[in-house]
C-alpha cells in the first residue's frame, strides 16, 4: 500500500457518508388551501406547525364558506422535510395564508430555490397574492391544483388563463392528502429549480 492509498480510501469513505444538500422550497396560497396538510403528508419528521384556534373575530374576516370544518389556521409557519435521494434533502416552509400576516412571507422565502402555489379552483382570487409574490421576486414557482372531494372544478389551462401565468409555469393537478402525489408536484418545483441554477 503506498503512502497516498490511505489518504485516497479516506476521502472516499468522507464522500460516502456525506449529509444530503440541503434545498428550501416554500408552500404558499390562500387561507385553507391545504399547505399545511401538505406539509404534514410528506414530511419525515413531526411537522413543525403554528396552528391556533379560528376564533369568533377571525371568522368574520376569513371566509369559511369552502372550508366549515376547518377549527385551526397557520399564524406563523409550517415546517417539515423529506429526503429525496442520499444527496438531497427538501425543507418545507409552509407560509400562512392570511394577509394580515403577509409581513412573514420574506423572513420565510429567503434561501428558498423554489415554490409550490396551492390553488382551490372554487376560489382562486385567493391566490393571486402569492402568485404575484413569487412572480415579482423571480423565484421558479409551479401552480398545485388541489383536488378537493376528489375532483377540480377549472381545467388546467383555465386555471392558468384565470391566474395569467406564463407558459414556462407548471399547473399541475395533486391532491395534498397523498404522499406520492404531493411528492411529484414537488419534484416538479425542484426540476424548475435545478433548470434555473444550469441555466
Known amino acids: 500500500m503506498t503512502p497516498t492509498e ?3 480510501v479516506g476521502v472516499a469513505a468522507q464522500s460516502a457518508v456525506r449529509p444530503p444538500l440541503p434545498v428550501k422550497l416554500v408552500i404558499a396560497g390562500g387561507f385553507g388551501v391545504g399547505k399545511t396538510t401538505t406539509v404534514g403528508s410528506i414530511s419525515e419528521i413531526e411537522p413543525l406547525t403554528t396552528e391556533a384556534a379560528i376564533t369568533e ?3 368574520g374576516v376569513d371566509d369559511l364558506s369552502h372550508t366549515p370544518r376547518k377549527t385551526t389556521t397557520t ?3 409550517d415546517f417539515g422535510c423529506i429526503t429525496i435521494d442520499p444527496t438531497l434533502k427538501l ?3 409552509g407560509t400562512p395564508g392570511q394577509d394580515r400576516f403577509g409581513f412573514m412571507w420574506d423572513d420565510i422565502v429567503e434561501g428558498a430555490v423554489g415554490a409550490l402555489v396551492i390553488v382551490d379552483t372554487r376560489r382562486l382570487d385567493d391566490c393571486y397574492a402569492a ?4 412572480e415579482h421576486r423571480q423565484i421558479p414557482f409551479a401552480v398545485a391544483v388541489n383536488a378537493f372531494d376528489g375532483k377540480v372544478e ?6 392558468r388563463w384565470a391566474l395569467d401565468v406564463a407558459e ?4 399541475v393537478v395533486f391532491d395534498a392528502r397523498e404522499r406520492g402525489s404531493v411528492r411529484d408536484a414537488l419534484l416538479v418545483v425542484l426540476e424548475l429549480a435545478l433548470a434555473r441554477t444550469e441555466g
Not at 402568485?131 to 413569487?134: G, I, K
Not at 377549472?154 to 386555471?159: C, F, Q, S, Y
Not at 414556462?168 to 399547473?171: A, D, G, K, L
Open 57 to 59: 373575530v377571525a371568522a
Open 6 to 8: 490511505p489518504l485516497a
Open 154 to 159: 377549472h381545467a388546467l389551462e383555465e386555471v
Open 75 to 77: 399564524v406563523a409557519m
Open 168 to 171: 414556462h409555469v407548471p399547473v
Open 91 to 93: 425543507y418545507l416552509f
Open 131 to 134: 402568485v404575484d409574490y413569487f
